[in-house]
Structure formats: structure tokens, C-alpha cells
């Protein structure tokens, strides 16, 4: 295999560019993802050309580069080796170029959203997943929101249903989505209970929590506290703990939580839940987030409006996107890790 930084060879008269590319799957980032220079990719009628400016990682950035859990690989990303060579997904930066019966966009244009590829000096993306990217934020800023704002955005508002006043209880509050949740729901008047670690607490605390539970040392299922909604984030509780700390009519949204297994990988809980929901009198539901435009501008919106800001744990070069997927993977980071390139 080459080195991360050996390029391929390039096709003469063909423009280039660089980017991460894998060839197998494989749990260890360092050992399947490379820099390498390859052809710049070329755009239908329908797609925009961005030149990309900043990326960002998230949980399912490792789950297409690992290729787990299994299933996952029959549901259309690759059977033996992943169809996406480059597992980015987040993306902002500047419109190079657009298709013939693309209007809302033009050359110049800055732009944020989701696309194939994000790790790469030019990306292709459908123009019903971008949006003009939000006047106060830095391209990197901009490319943290994207993956994580939509979830988090989806889980409060279309799923948990947050209301004015409602006490709502958000597990991984530390996390990417969980980040912009804890600020997402105190934008829709929510009383909010963060639950991290220890090491960021106060990161919680900073972006707006009302309370912030440690894990480590407190209990929020230990039956003293009920909530209106419940958004697990980042954790792998039973459903029946967490139905424990649910008003007898809360809503449970399951939004992450998995593992590394290479079968269910967790997601048994999200099988399970819409099961039992018909048999009980609280509402267990999962998200499936939708990428959009029109969300992405609503959190264009709440961004410019000053109402919820995206927390950047740190940044790393493009070259370095191994190292940045494991420093996520390692549960080490506060907030999202982004890739300037």
C-alpha cells in the first residue's frame, strides 16, 4: 500500500486534484485511507462543482470507512470494498462550476452542505443538498454543521417535538449532534439536561445546558428525574432505563449510540424501539436524518441569528484525516472535528 502521502499517477490532460481514498474497508483509518492525486471529478446538468474549503467528521464518516456494520454493506455501499472511495460527507466552500439546470447557484457562489467526497480539493454535489453557507461563519466553522446540525435539528423538532417549557434530556451532549441539540432545544424554549464526562461539563454548560449530568459519577436514569423528551445521542442504555427517566407520555429519540459491531452494531435498540412504542404509553421512536436544502437553511438561520454556533473541538489538514477520524473515534473530541483543506 502507499504511503499517505504518495501520490497515485495521474492521467495526462486529465485536471487533477487531491484527496482521501480508500480501496478496501478496514476499522483502522491509518491503515486504509491515503492522500493521493486523482482526477477532478466532473459534474451532470443536475450537480454543482464545489471547491471545497473545509470538511468535517462525524460517526458515519467511520461507519462508510470501516464498512460496519455488515449490513450496511448489502443496503448498496459496497459489498467487498466500499463504492465511495472517499468517505467525507460534510462540506463547505465555493461554487467552481454548476450544470445547465442549476439556477439557485452560481460560480463564486460560498455554499454549505452535504455531498459525496468532502475530503478532497473539489467535490460533486446534488444542488438540493446545499445551501448558501451562513455570512458569519469561516469555511470551517460552516462545514462542522452540516451532518450533525440536520440530525440534531430533525431529532428536536420532528421527532422529540420539543415544546416551550418541556424538560428535555439529551445524552452525548458533547458530541456533534449533541453539541448543536443542547442549543437547538433551548432555542425552542426547552428546559435542557446535558449528559457528558467529566472532562466536558463545562462545554455543556457553555453552549446553554440548564443542568449538566457526569455520567461518571450520577445516574439520570436512576428514577428521581422524568423528562418530556429524551434525545440518546451517545449513549447504549437499555431502552427500559431509559424509559425510567420518561414522563408516562415522553417521547424517546434514539439518534446514535451504536458500536463498533461488526453485525448489529447497536442498532438493535433502533430496531426495537418502534416495536415496542405501540405497546406503551410513551412514544420510542429513531431518526433517519433527511439531507436537505431547506433545513440547511433554517440552521443558516439560527446561525446568523446567533442562536446556536457550532463547537470545534480542533482542526486538521487534509493529510491528516486519519488522524483526525481517530482522535474522533477515540471519543476524545468536544464537538466536531473539521478538515481544512
Not at 480501496?23 to 471547491?51: F, Q, W
Not at 418541556?166 to 452525548?172: A, S
Request: proline share 6%.
Amino acid at each position: 500500500m502507499r504511503a499517505a502521502t504518495e501520490p497515485m499517477p495521474a492521467t495526462a490532460g486529465v485536471e487533477t486534484m487531491k484527496a482521501i481514498v480508500q480501496d478496501e474497508y478496514g476499522s483502522a483509518p491509518e491503515g486504509v485511507l491515503r492522500l493521493a492525486e486523482v482526477a477532478r471529478p466532473t459534474i451532470g446538468d443536475d450537480e454543482i462543482l464545489v471547491h471545497v474549503r473545509a470538511a468535517s467528521v462525524d460517526r458515519g464518516t467511520w461507519h462508510l470507512m470501516a464498512g460496519l456494520p455488515y449490513p450496511m454493506r448489502v443496503m448498496g455501499f459496497g459489498f467487498r470494498r466500499p463504492k465511495a472511495a472517499n468517505p467525507g460527507r460534510s462540506v463547505a466552500g465555493t461554487v467552481e462550476s454548476v450544470g445547465k439546470n442549476v439556477n439557485e447557484f452560481k460560480p463564486g457562489d460560498e455554499v454549505y452542505g452535504t455531498c459525496d467526497g468532502s475530503f478532497a480539493e473539489y467535490a460533486r454535489a446534488r444542488a438540493g443538498l446545499l445551501a448558501p453557507k451562513p455570512a458569519n461563519l469561516s469555511f470551517e466553522q460552516a462545514a462542522a454543521v452540516p451532518v450533525s446540525g440536520l440530525a440534531a435539528l430533525q431529532a428536536v423538532r420532528d421527532k422529540a417535538q420539543v415544546q416551550t417549557g418541556e424538560k428535555v434530556l439529551i445524552v452525548g451532549a458533547s458530541g456533534g449532534v449533541g453539541t448543536f441539540a443542547v442549543q437547538i432545544a433551548k432555542a425552542f424554549g426547552a428546559e435542557v439536561t446535558g449528559v457528558c464526562s467529566t472532562g466536558k461539563t463545562d462545554l455543556v454548560r457553555a453552549l446553554g445546558a440548564d443542568h449538566v449530568i457526569d455520567y461518571t459519577i450520577e445516574d439520570f436514569a436512576d428514577g428521581e428525574h422524568r423528562y418530556d423528551a429524551i434525545l440518546d445521542i451517545g449513549g447504549n442504555r437499555p431502552l427500559s432505563q431509559l424509559r425510567r427517566a420518561l414522563t408516562p407520555r415522553g417521547r424517546l429519540v434514539i439518534v446514535g449510540g451504536e458500536t463498533d459491531g461488526r453485525w448489529l452494531g447497536g442498532a438493535d435498540r433502533l430496531l426495537r424501539a418502534p416495536l415496542l412504542s405501540p405497546l406503551v404509553s410513551q412514544k420510542l421512536g429513531t431518526l433517519t436524518t433527511s439531507e436537505n436544502s431547506e433545513d440547511l437553511r433554517v440552521l443558516r438561520e439560527l446561525l446568523e441569528a446567533g442562536k446556536i454556533a457550532p463547537a470545534i473541538d480542533r482542526t486538521y489538514p487534509l493529510s491528516e484525516v486519519p488522524v483526525a477520524i481517530r482522535h474522533m473515534q477515540e471519543g476524545h473530541a468536544r464537538g466536531k472535528v473539521v478538515i481544512a483543506v
